[in-house]
């Protein structure tokens, strides 16, 4: 019955390195406002995600200026301005600025059911940062470009159903997913006829795990990338969904390490030549 249990408990902790981690990613890293922030930071030195927000900018601008046939000048120009804008440390402070006001919308879109909770970025503090670079450089019509919102859409809502009802789960069970892993895992060594053979068993468990958390991230990445609008670029949006979860991929491959690395000590310490190294010597033969 104590070697049943232990089964059961190993198999237990399996399960929950990917549902613990992808709850404890949900409670603590997407739902927190500031750790958002914090993780999408650095995608505003992404070539990929400059090129993005280069061109729905210029676009923006560029629908409001008529300049008959110098238009392609102009909006050359304008999508110079843009991408040199996009090197500066101000359109950091701009892009984390609109992602703290976009993490709303994150939220809404995976806890509140319909359609109207697109994940977007609203580009117009961009917008009013390159207008006054263009007024600065004594550009004719700059200061007639109004300052309008500029979305960027990561993630439709209406294609994200069946992933809100998970979430929404995930967010209940928070960290306690982890702390329930790491008992059952303690558990199954306790409990244990053969304490050593349990602790190859909890290590091969968690590799397990671990393999399978990897897993679901590769399957999340495809099946966001198929839900974007047929405007957006697929690159940028990889490079923002790696960025959110970055925390769920460096848990994975450290728990596969940590896994491995005590499945493999518990059993080169179980050896027999290592029991025979460490078996008492007979003394010296008594004289005759």
């Known amino acids: 019955m104590r070697s049943f249990l232990s089964v059961v408990l190993i198999v237990l902790a399996a399960v929950l390195v990917p549902l613990g981690a992808i709850a404890a990613w949900a409670k603590t890293e997407i739902g927190d406002s500031g750790r958002y922030v914090a993780a999408m930071a650095p995608l505003a030195r992404d070539e ?16 409001n200026v ?74 004719p019509f700059a200061n007639r470009i109004p300052v309008e919102h500029t979305d ?34 303690a558990g199954a060594v306790l409990v244990a006829v053969r304490r050593r053979r349990a602790l190859v068993g909890v290590g091969l468990g968690l590799a397990v795990g671990a393999v399978v958390l990897r897993v679901l991230v590769s399957v999340g990445r ?35 390490a940590f896994g491995l690395a005590l499945a493999l000590g518990a059993w080169l310490t179980g050896r027999p030549w290592r029991r025979a190294a460490e078996a008492p010597r007979p003394g010296p033969a008594p004289a005759e």
């Open 152 to 185: 960027l859409t990561v993630v439709e809502s209406t294609k994200i159903g069946p992933v809100r009802t998970v979430f929404r789960l995930l967010q209940r069970i928070g960290v306690w997913g982890a702390v329930g892993c790491l008992v059952a895992a």
């Open 48 to 63: 990929a995600v400059r090129g993005e927000v280069t061109g729905r900018v210029t676009d923006a601008i560029m629908k």
């Open 66 to 139: 008529d300049v008959g046939p110098l238009q392609d000048s102009v909006a050359s120009l304008v999508g110079g301005a843009v991408r040199s804008f996009t090197t500066t440390s101000a359109f950091q402070g701009v892009w984390n600025t609109a992602n703290r006001a976009a993490h709303a919308s994150v939220v809404s879109a995976l806890t509140t059911n319909g359609g109207g909770n697109d994940v977007r970025i609203d580009l117009a503090p961009a917008v009013e940062q390159v207008k006054r670079q263009l007024v600065a450089q004594g550009v």
């Open 222 to 256: 495809k099946l966001t990338l198929d839900g974007l609008p047929t405007d957006s670029d697929p690159s940028a949006a990889g490079a923002v969904y790696d960025a959110l979860t970055d925390f769920l991929s460096t848990a994975a491959w450290g728990v596969l």
